[in-house]
């Protein structure tokens, strides 16, 4: 998979040497037209096309960002409420990872989920045990780890 | 004041709104600290802004370099990485530290799934 993308250089390359120029038009033609021979070709080999791994990374980048300010607000509103009222509690939800570095990385980004910081994984890795610093917003929790839990797959397999 | 206002470049307008937001966000984490009752609401309070609130002071001090520099400064986003790679591990060996070694909750949790199903054995391993 990965392999592609010395690939797409060197063919970006070749294109700027038959242009014979650095600029960064060439360049930018020569990805594109670098990208459109590897497309063709993987479609021929039925390999998955790299650049979709990579679009993936991006929209991943942006999902996470939102969460970060999500997580943010929900700091400053529950420190700052006049009377604290939040209600704590460990749950299990269903774990569909299977790697160890994808689990790691699931972990990473439920602790900087707004309300949420993972304990501990079931001996069997089926349940990832979660501290909720407000079980009223289970749900948040839940469809911010199926989102991660999406993304990952997408990006791993 | 008016002339001052109008005096600021992009770049600082940028750099102030950064610093204060960041600024704003530790200091909320901070009065979480003091104020939640128990060890995992804590925790709570005090990982997301330490890396949150940082990184964007981190990232404030970016942009005002970068602007003053004439070329990109990286540096602060190799410690944003840094910090994003280090700041939860330590949140999540902290809190799984402290449930295993069966640290109390303030009051008792409404809602307990690892007690019944996993940590028993755990607890049982340390004591």
Same mark, same amino acid.
């Given at each position: 998979?990965?392999?592609?993308?010395?690939?797409?250089?060197? $063919? =970006?390359?070749?294109w700027?040497?038959?242009?014979?120029?650095?600029?960064?038009?060439?360049?930018?033609?020569?990805?594109i037209?670098?990208?459109?021979?590897l497309?063709? &070709?993987?479609?021929?080999?039925?390999?998955?096309?790299?650049?979709?791994?990579?679009?993936?990374?991006?929209?991943?980048?942006?999902?996470? &960002?939102?969460? $970060?300010?999500?997580?943010?607000?929900?700091?400053?509103?529950?420190?700052?409420?006049?009377?604290?009222?939040?209600?704590?509690?460990?749950?299990?939800?269903?774990?569909r990872?299977? =790697?160890?570095?994808?689990?790691?990385?699931?972990?990473? &980004? +439920?602790? &900087?989920?707004?309300?949420?910081?993972?304990?501990?994984?079931?001996?069997?890795?089926?349940?990832?045990?979660?501290?909720?610093?407000?079980?009223n917003?289970?749900?948040?929790?839940?469809?911010?780890? !199926?989102?991660? !839990?999406? $993304? +990952?797959?997408?990006? =791993?397999? | 004041m008016?002339?001052? %206002?109008?005096?600021?470049?992009?770049?600082?307008?940028?750099?102030?709104? @950064?610093? @204060?937001?960041?600024?704003? %966000?530790?200091? #909320?984490?901070?009065?979480g600290? #003091?104020?939640?009752?128990?060890?995992?609401?804590?925790? *709570? /309070?005090?990982?997301?802004?330490s890396?949150?609130?940082?990184?964007?002071?981190?990232?404030?001090?970016?942009?005002? %370099?970068?602007?003053?520099?004439?070329q990109?400064f990286?540096?602060?986003?190799?410690?944003?990485?840094? %910090?994003? @790679?280090?700041?939860? @591990?330590?949140?999540?060996?902290? /809190?799984?530290?402290?449930?295993?070694?069966?640290?109390?909750?303030?009051?008792?949790?409404?809602?307990?799934? #690892?007690?019944?199903? *996993?940590?028993?054995? *755990?607890?049982e391993?340390?004591?």
């Amino acid at each position: 998979m990965w392999h592609q993308l010395p690939i797409h250089m060197l $063919l =970006t390359l070749g294109w700027m040497a038959l242009w014979g120029s650095q600029a960064w038009w060439h360049e930018a033609a020569g990805a594109i037209v670098g990208g459109a021979i590897l497309y063709a &070709l993987t479609k021929g080999t039925g390999q998955p096309f790299y650049l979709k791994r990579v679009a993936a990374l991006v929209k991943f980048a942006f999902v996470f &960002l939102g969460e $970060l300010v999500m997580a943010a607000r929900f700091v400053v509103r529950i420190s700052m409420a006049p009377r604290p009222r939040h209600q704590p509690g460990v749950v299990a939800l269903p774990l569909r990872l299977k =790697t160890d570095a994808s689990i790691t990385a699931l972990t990473h &980004l +439920l602790s &900087l989920t707004p309300g949420a910081v993972p304990i501990d994984i079931s001996p069997d890795r089926t349940e990832i045990y979660i501290h909720c610093l407000d079980l009223n917003e289970l749900e948040a929790v839940r469809a911010s780890k !199926e989102r991660f !839990e999406e $993304l +990952l797959l997408e990006v =791993t397999q | 004041m008016s002339e001052t %206002l109008t005096s600021l470049s992009v770049s600082e307008i940028v750099t102030s709104f @950064l610093m @204060l937001a960041g600024a704003f %966000l530790i200091l #909320a984490g901070a009065i979480g600290v #003091a104020r939640f009752g128990d060890f995992f609401s804590r925790v *709570h /309070a005090a990982g997301v802004p330490s890396t949150v609130g940082v990184a964007t002071v981190l990232a404030a001090s970016a942009v005002y %370099l970068s602007a003053h520099m004439d070329q990109v400064f990286w540096k602060p986003l190799l410690a944003i990485v840094g %910090l994003f @790679l280090t700041v939860p @591990l330590g949140t999540e060996m902290l /809190a799984r530290a402290a449930y295993i070694t069966n640290v109390k909750p303030a009051e008792t949790y409404a809602r307990d799934d #690892a007690e019944d199903r *996993h940590a028993v054995e *755990h607890k049982e391993a340390v004591e």
